[in-house]
């Protein structure tokens, strides 16, 4: 598999399994030392980047993201990838849904178990909360 396959695999990856909350296989995208940033802060080490994220979906029933192939730069045993991304959730408990518009750039580093995220930096472009039908 081409390095810039196996990258779009993992960018991948991640968006599926953030999706499904199967955060193991989230967290198996990041290297242990991976910083997370979000426009509230930058969250070093890949546990406490799990952790936030659970925090995070936690006032949601479900949340699905759907990401654009990513432009990747591959450079040795480094990349770099941009990628867009749509994420919709349902706020727990409610007839109410957010929209988050963002895009992803991102460090990944070549590592004995693939390719896995170094820094992944979610840049917001929108937020937008509608009203949902209820499921019947």
């Known amino acids: 598999m081409s390095d810039i396959v196996a990258i779009q695999q993992l960018l991948n990856a991640y968006t599926e399994a953030a999706s499904r909350g199967d955060w ?9 030392d991976a910083i997370w940033e979000t426009p509230a802060g930058k969250i070093p080490g890949r546990a406490a980047a799990i ?3 659970q925090e995070l979906v936690g006032g949601f029933d479900y ?3 759907m990401n654009a192939p990513g432009v990747i730069t591959v450079t040795g045993d480094t990349a770099t990838a941009r990628s867009v991304i749509r ?3 349902k706020i727990k408990g409610q007839d109410m849904a957010m ?3 963002a895009h992803y750039n991102d460090k990944i580093v070549r590592t004995a178990d693939g390719w896995k995220f170094a820094h992944r930096v979610f840049v917001s472009q929108g937020m937008h909360s509608f009203a949902i039908s ?3």
């Open 24 to 32: 193991t296989t989230v967290a198996s995208c990041f290297t242990e």
């Open 51 to 53: 952790a936030k994220m």
């Open 63 to 65: 949340i699905v993201q």
């Open 87 to 89: 994420e919709c959730g």
């Open 99 to 101: 929209e988050f518009l």
């Open 134 to 136: 209820p499921l019947g």
